[in-house]
């Protein structure tokens, strides 16, 4: 690591961000080097980055490239940028940096107030690859150009970005993109060896090639113009049909969504209204067969009432046996002083709206209107019923 940062270092300064991980320290070797930093470096500060540490050396008067994203650039201010991007990204190569150290967006990337020298930060411990062309690419994407300007470079560079060419490529294409120098003016010997006709000329043609070139970089910027007003204007065709498209999706989309909400709430409804009138008709059936709701067990002797407000009750004697044990849910109706009567006498229970009595198999029987019961024998019960256990008379009645 530290022979990545002084090879680095010995490019014209670079700026270093390294994330410290929990519980790592750095080589000594690396902080001898960042103890003794190249001039113009500031010193190290640490700061915070969510949870992680980073320790920072930064060079003074650049600042980082996303920050001229919003300006107007030119075509010399892009293609200098553009190479120094290139440089920066070889001298790392040759420095020993491995391409996954390398950062991959416009905040890594610094440059001067003149856009003429750039430095590269390279985050020593960053899990992020970056490229060149992914920061080329992003600076195309994000910088403005002056719309009266043959922008028709920026399309090559888009192409390299595309293909994921080398540093170089993006040097030479930078290069041969430049403007040839202006042609330096000709000085005659006023006595010349030759005639006037031959410098006349030589001025001709020069004249001349000067004015093909002018005609063929007004051809070429028309051409260029008419290139891109035609794809202006497909890509607006483009958007408008997308647009079209994605609205008509979305409305049928709603309307489909409105059509099931429909549709389900008036399945629901009808469930509701369905078991509102299954309801209402089994309440019906029940009251008029005598439904469960206030009926009552009267002892004769004694006019002892039990409201039967519960689904279960065992009829029997009171005695040291607990009928829990066999009948948990149940609750019990005591014939109190009677001991013709069993311990668990009878059964009474809830069952289909209905109360239904059950002999237990009692010594004595159980008798429904004079009807004898057999051992685990069963009646269905009516408000007026008369019941005996064993010679114990009781009612079942209804308020």
Not at 100 to 105: C, E, I, V
Not at 178 to 197: K, V
Not at 208 to 232: T, V
Not at 350 to 357: A, N, R, T, Y
Request: charged share 30%; hydrophobic share 40%; net charge negative.
């Amino acid at each position: 690591m530290s022979n990545r940062i002084q090879s680095c270092m010995e490019q014209g300064g670079a700026v270093f961000l390294v994330r410290l991980e929990e519980g790592e320290l750095l080589d000594l070797a690396v902080l001898d080097r960042l103890a003794d930093p190249p001039a113009g470096v500031a010193a190290c500060r640490m700061q915070m980055r969510g949870d992680h540490r980073f320790l920072e050396y930064s060079v003074a008067g650049f600042s980082p490239l996303s920050r001229l994203a919003g300006t107007e650039w030119r075509k010399k201010q892009f293609l200098t940028v553009a190479e120094n991007l290139a440089s920066a990204f070889q001298s790392a190569a040759m420095g020993g940096v491995a391409e996954r150290f390398l950062p991959a967006g416009l905040e890594m990337a610094m440059v001067n107030p003149s856009g003429k020298a750039l430095l590269i930060a390279i985050p020593l411990q960053n899990r992020q690859e970056g490229s060149l062309a992914a920061v080329v690419q992003e600076m195309v994407f994000r910088f403005s150009f002056p719309s009266d300007e043959d922008n028709s470079y920026v399309g090559s560079f888009l192409s390299l970005c595309r293909e994921k060419r080398p540093p170089d490529e993006f040097l030479r294409l930078a290069g041969s993109l430049r403007p040839a120098p202006a042609p330096q003016a000709r000085y005659y010997d006023p006595q010349p060896a030759h005639s006037g006709t031959t410098l006349i000329a030589d001025a001709a043609v020069m004249q001349e090639n000067l004015r093909r070139q002018a005609e063929a970089e007004e051809k070429a910027r028309a051409e260029e113009a008419r290139r891109r007003a035609e794809a202006e204007e497909k890509a607006r065709a483009e958007e408008a049909r997308r647009q079209t498209e994605a609205e008509e999706k979305a409305r049928a989309e709603e309307a489909r969504r409105q059509a099931e909400a429909e549709e389900k709430a008036r399945a629901e409804e009808a469930r509701r209204q369905a078991e509102a009138e299954e309801k209402a008709r089994a309440e019906e059936a029940r009251r008029r067969a005598g439904g469960p709701e206030g009926c009552f067990l009267r002892r004769d002797r004694t006019g002892e009432v039990m409201h039967l407000d519960g689904e279960e009750y065992i009829i029997g004697r009171p005695s040291s046996m607990d009928y829990r044990a066999a009948y948990p849910n149940a609750r019990f109706f005591p014939i109190r002083g009677n001991t013709a009567v069993g311990r668990l006498h009878a059964r009474l229970s809830l069952e289909g709206g209905k109360w239904v009595l059950r002999d237990l198999g009692s010594l004595n029987h159980t008798w429904v209107n004079g009807r004898k019961l057999e051992s685990g024998g069963e009646a269905a019960l009516q408000p007026g019923d008369r019941l005996k256990f064993a010679d114990e008379a009781v009612t079942f009645g209804k308020d």
